[in-house]
């Protein structure tokens, strides 16, 4: 029996899903080591984002990797992994530590935005994101960004400017949610499950726009046996992609990005 086809407000339900697997569960089953670091040293240590150092083999990495919770408790302490801009400014120090050390970077995307309150406004919010991104984008090392979850607004693409871009099958990547784009554009956000179609936000859209540039398939079954699975294909693709890019010089690395988000740019047009 052919498989039932998924609507993109249900892929947006599965991507939200309080039982979906998080940045630490893939880190843990991909890494043969991973060492977490802290702070941003200038403010605090923001754990929307968790950063650090891991190992594939004889290859390290950097991680960046937005992280949620499983539990309420757990959410409160990660707020919900809407990072504050010391997140983001924890993730450029250890972005250029690796370019230092010459270490791939692997960045983990699963948030609904960077967070909107007072204190993260004061503190330059959107300055940080920025930068995020302009480090981002002139590191001379590969990078690879993979969406597991949830992967809207700034607060996603922030650390979303790298050379290749993996997705999972049922993740969603957004400029916002539907809710917020059904508000803005009808007035309306009743109109969310409209909005998701409209948005292109699912895999399969997003490849075919060329936005990103490997979909990782979600087999069903047990929730340990799916991480296994998907995590093995992951480790397969970082070390496939790594290969290619490892072939390229430091000025071709920053150079194959810049056309990549420019040709980007010019495909979407509409």
């Keep these: 029996m052919a498989n ?22 893939y880190i843990k089953n991909i890494f043969d080591d ?15 984002i968790i950063c650090g150092l891991a190992k594939i083999g004889q290859q390290n990495f950097t991680i960046i990797a937005q992280q949620k919770g499983k539990t309420t408790k757990e959410n409160i302490k990660r707020n919900f992994s ?8 924890k993730a450029i120090r250890f972005m250029k530590q690796a370019e230092k050390f010459k270490r791939p970077v692997i960045t983990f995307i699963d948030t ?17 994101i920025a930068r995020s991104m ?3 984008a002139k590191l001379k090392v590969p990078t690879i960004a993979i969406i597991i979850g949830e992967g809207s607004s700034g607060g996603a693409l922030a650390i979303g400017v790298a050379n290749e871009v993996f997705m999972l099958e049922n993740a969603i990547y957004s ?5 917020g784009y059904s508000s803005i554009l009808w007035k309306d956000s009743s109109r969310y499950k ?17 936005v990103i540039d490997k979909i990782i398939k979600e087999p069903s079954g047990d929730k340990d046996e799916v991480l296994k699975k998907i995590s093995n294909t992951l480790k397969k693709e970082i070390q496939n992609s790594l290969k290619q890019l490892k072939t390229l010089s430091e000025n071709d690395i920053v150079e194959s990005r810049y056309e ?8 979407i047009k509409y």
């Design 134 to 136: 302009f480090e981002m």
């Design 175 to 179: 400029i916002l949610s539907p809710e």
């Design 34 to 48: 991973f060492l977490e670091l802290h702070g941003d040293r200038n403010y605090k240590d923001d754990k929307s």
């Design 260 to 267: 990549k988000f420019r040709n980007m740019g010019e495909f």
């Design 4 to 25: 039932k086809k998924i609507s993109a407000w249900e892929k947006v339900e599965i991507a939200r899903s309080p039982r979906r697997s998080t940045s630490l569960d």
């Design 82 to 89: 809407m990072p504050n801009p010391e997140s983001y400014r």
């Design 194 to 210: 409209e909005a998701s179609e409209k948005m292109k936000l699912t895999a399969n859209d997003l490849y075919d726009l060329k």
């Design 112 to 128: 609904k935005g960077a967070y909107p309150g007072i204190g993260a406004e004061e503190r330059g919010q959107g300055e940080a």
